[in-house]
């Protein structure tokens, strides 16, 4: 019976099992590059080459930033901003706009869920004036998602910026 009503949750609502966040000792998420979290997620493959217990991983940036919506002028002081590999689509969910799959937006360009959408008025088109860390950034929304699949992880109120984007928000080289 659990092993049902687990695949039924999964299926139906794409819930991750597991979240691993790597702190430094202040109890700070800590920032590690893409070749670490690429020796991270091979190890735990070793690990699980047996047992067959993991249908995926993915190592994925999620940042907690302002937003305002320059054409509304309507400010919303916390939403998550992520990025993911997408290799890992299939075991973790999809994005999808107007029903079909979107791939990660081009640099500098952003997408927004429709329930983050919602909070600043928000349409196809507009500027975002996005705040992390004492700097600002201007992006253009190229799609607004459907509140399906991965759009609805961790409350469902996300932008989703390609891996570039996403550290030069942060301040940080890509390599």
Known sequence: MTSLVETLIYENYHTVDEV?????????????????????????REIDNSKDLIDGISWEIDI?????????????????LRSFSKDTT???GRLYSGGFEVDLPDENFLYM?????GEVNAEIGDVLNISYSGSTFQLII??????????NLFGGEN????????????GLDMN
């Not at 869920?113 to 959408?117: L, Q, S, Y």
């Not at 190229?142 to 699949?149: A, F, L, V, W």
């Open 20 to 44: 691993i966040y790597i702190r430094e000792s202040s109890g700070n998420r800590s920032i590690i590059n893409g070749t670490t979290a690429d020796e991270i997620s091979d190890r735990i």
């Open 64 to 80: 907690e930033v302002s937003l305002l919506n320059e054409r509304t002028d309507l400010l919303e002081p916390s939403v998550s």
């Open 90 to 92: 299939g075991a973790f």
């Open 113 to 117: 869920t429709e329930n983050a959408a």
């Open 142 to 151: 190229s799609e607004i998602i459907d509140q399906e699949g991965r759009a």
């Open 159 to 170: 932008l989703y910026v390609s891996f570039p984007t996403a550290w030069k928000i942060m």
